[in-house]
Structure formats: C-alpha cells, structure tokens
Nanobody, 121 residues
Framework: QVQLVESGGGLVQGGGSLRLSCAAS????????MGWFRQTPGKEREFVAA????????YYADSVKGRFTVSRDNAKNTVYLEMNSLKPEDTAVYYC??????????????WGQGTQVTVSP
C-alpha cells in the first residue's frame, strides 16, 4: 500500500520561502513519477509541479514557474517542493501525489493527507 506523508508547511510572510517534503513508502519509489497539487476552500485541486521517476524531467504550473522547484531523492524515497518568493495567493493545502503506474504516466492516484501553507501579505 502506497503511503505519502507531507511535511514542511506553515505560516510565512509574503516574499518568504518554504520547503515541503513528501516521504513515500509501500513500493519502489524510484519507478514512479511524483507530483504536487494544491487546493483552497471552494476550489478544485490544481496542479503545481511534477517530476519524472529519475528526476530528469520537471513540469510546473505557469503560476509557480520560476518560483517553485520540485526535486526528489530516490535514495531517501522523498520528493521536495522548494517554494520561493511566496505570494498570498499561494496559500492553500498542498498535496503530494504518486503516479499509479511506471513509465511516467503522470496519472496520480495516490495522495498524501496535505499540509497547510499560509502566506501573509
């Protein structure tokens, strides 16, 4: 059973930085793409970033491009989201997600419990 546990959320002032971590267990981590999504009350969950199984390829939502960086350490079964130049509109619950199959399908069927990020003006 795949388990994803996020950490690193919190309250930060606008312009500040946070680093989210997601520890994965339950299968061979390095075989699967990983992603980050976020959600605010009353809105649908939205894509933030994704990274291929090897870490060679990354994708970003336009709203975070140039400010956020997704990375992974396959030896530690962990994926990270480095968030810089944070804005109040980045406030959301951030979720880690894991691909359902190998070969970088980017079909995210496994989810963590989420971690709250709040950015004050």
């Amino acid at each position: 059973q795949v388990q994803l546990v996020e950490s690193g959320g919190g309250l930060v002032q606008g312009g500040g930085s946070l680093r989210l971590s997601c520890a994965a267990s339950g299968r061979t981590f390095s075989f699967y793409a990983m992603g980050w999504f976020r959600q605010t009350p009353g809105k649908e969950r939205e894509f933030v970033a994704a990274i291929s199984s090897s870490g060679d390829t990354t994708y970003y939502a336009d709203s975070v491009k140039g400010r956020f960086t997704v990375s992974r350490d396959n030896a530690k079964n962990t994926v990270y989201l480095e968030m810089n130049s944070l804005k109040p509109e980045d406030t959301a619950v951030y979720y880690c997600a894991a691909d359902s199959a190998r070969n970088n399908k980017y079909e995210f069927h496994y989810w963590g419990q989420g971690t709250q990020v709040t950015v004050s003006p």
